[in-house]
């Protein structure tokens, strides 16, 4: 086993994980990434603190589930 024990940094489980996955994945959730308004941005923004999954969310990818997707290296750039 291989255990990364970061101080400050709390250890993110196969759970965890799991679970913001599901965010990653939720109809919902995505809307609200993508748009950045209207009710799925709404409702990600007001009960992200209470779904399991959004939570964990946050914690594996370090941003809020509605904060919107920063594009990473070789993502190809709209526009
Ligand atoms: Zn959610």
Redesign the pocket.
């Known amino acids: 086993m291989n255990q990364n024990l970061i101080p400050g940094h709390k250890t993110i489980t196969d759970r965890t994980r799991a679970l913001a996955e599901?965010?990653a994945n939720?109809v919902?959730?995505q809307r609200a990434r993508h748009k950045q308004a209207g009710f799925a941005f709404w409702v990600?923004r007001t009960?992200?603190g209470l779904?399991?999954?959004?939570r964990a969310?946050e914690q594996v990818y370090g941003r809020k589930?509605h904060e919107p997707v920063p594009p990473g290296p070789g993502t190809p750039q709209p526009g």
Do not use: G, L, M, N
């Not at 779904?51 to 959004?54: A, E, L, T, Y």
């Open positions: 599901r965010s939720c919902v959730c990600v009960f992200e779904c399991p999954f959004c969310y589930s």
